[in-house]
């Protein structure tokens, strides 16, 4: 088993900027992909950017040029720094990793005032 902790979420205006963070510790063998995937209310959960073991990286459109993921590997933990936010990017953040098997944390909420 792999546990997920987040942090770093939080309430900030329009413009602004957070920093989240997810540390995985447990059974860990090799986390392939890491990520965060966000949920706003009434919609769908919805990738926000992964990376891999290999730093390939992928964005929502709605993210490109505003958010950056990261990995450290001695310390299992990825980041998404999140930059000119937006009251539509309000929602829980979930991290997600692969290591054959997915885990998903429980959650931070993000929340943009306008």
């Known amino acids: 088993q792999v546990q997920l902790v987040e942090s770093g979420g939080g309430l900030v205006q329009s413009g602004g900027s957070l920093r989240l963070s997810c540390a995985a510790s447990g059974n860990i063998f090799r986390l392939n992909v890491m990520g965060w995937y966000r949920q706003a209310p009434g919609k769908q959960r919805e990738l926000v950017a992964v990376i891999n073991n290999s730093s390939r990286l992928n964005y929502a459109d709605s993210v490109k040029g505003r958010f950056t993921i990261s990995r450290d590997n001695a310390k299992n933990t990825v980041y998404l720094q999140m930059n000119s936010l937006k009251p539509e990017d309000t929602a829980v953040y979930y991290c997600?990793?692969?290591?054959?098997?997915?885990?998903w944390g429980k959650g931070t909420l993000v929340t943009v005032s306008s």
């Open positions: 997600n990793v692969n290591d054959g098997s997915v885990y």
